[in-house]
Structure formats: structure tokens, C-alpha cells
């Protein structure tokens, strides 16, 4: 095993995403995962464009590659305590899309959640 059992990727530095407040969702994964006492397990770290632009808040989780879209601050808690913790990904959450790049033009309104 590696130094972390997951790790948590958002994106924070895209053209998108940062607009959306990406910021603000990962300061709250990253608070979220330390309130739970799972700091040692797993790693939240800031990402780059994650090429689903436009759909932000985007959030991967590894090694389950379970991807998350247009995530709020306020859905920080259930993804730790409902996927970190209980390993069941959120599904309302959850975002399916095809093979790479999935970027929307920016005039586009965004799709649904699953
Ligand atoms: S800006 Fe976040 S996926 Fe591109």
C-alpha cells in the first residue's frame, strides 16, 4: 500500500472550476477529512484542469476513479463520511461521462446530476 489509501483531486486551477467556487469545496474536503480523523488515510490535494470544463466543481477520487460534478462545500461531508468512510460513492453526485475531454462551451447550461 502507499502512503494514502485515496486520494481526492479538485480541481482548482482551471479556467472553470474556479469560477464555480472550487476553492471553497476543497477547503471543505480538506476540513472534512481532518473533522473525521482520517488525515493519515487519505490526501486532498488542489488539481489542474481535469478536462470536463464546465461541469465544475469537479472532484476525482483515486484509486476508485469515481468523479464527481458541479459539487458544493455543503456536499464536502457527505462524500467523507458516505464514500471515504463507508465506501459507497455518492450517487447523486456522481459524474458519468464518456473517455476524456468533456469540455462544454462555456454558453451551455450545464447537464443534470446522475
Ligand atoms: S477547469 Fe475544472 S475541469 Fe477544466
Not at 45 to 68: A, I, T
Not at 84 to 95: D, N
Amino acid at each position: 500500500m502507499g502512503q494514502y489509501q485515496q486520494h481526492v483531486f479538485v480541481c482548482t486551477s482551471g479556467k472553470t472550476c474556479p469560477t464555480q467556487d472550487s476553492k471553497a469545496v476543497f477547503q471543505a474536503l480538506r476540513s472534512a477529512v481532518v473533522d473525521a480523523g482520517i488525515k493519515g488515510q487519505v490526501r486532498v490535494n488542489h488539481s489542474g484542469c481535469l478536462g470536463q470544463c464546465g461541469h465544475g466543481p469537479m472532484v476525482v477520487v483515486y484509486p476508485e476513479d469515481v468523479w464527481y460534478c458541479a459539487v458544493k462545500p455543503a456536499d464536502a461531508a457527505r462524500i467523507v463520511s458516505e464514500h471515504l468512510q463507508g465506501g459507497r460513492p455518492v450517487e447523486e453526485l456522481r459524474y458519468v461521462a464518456p473517455p476524456g475531454d468533456n469540455k462544454l462551451p462555456l454558453d451551455e447550461p450545464l447537464p443534470p446530476r446522475a
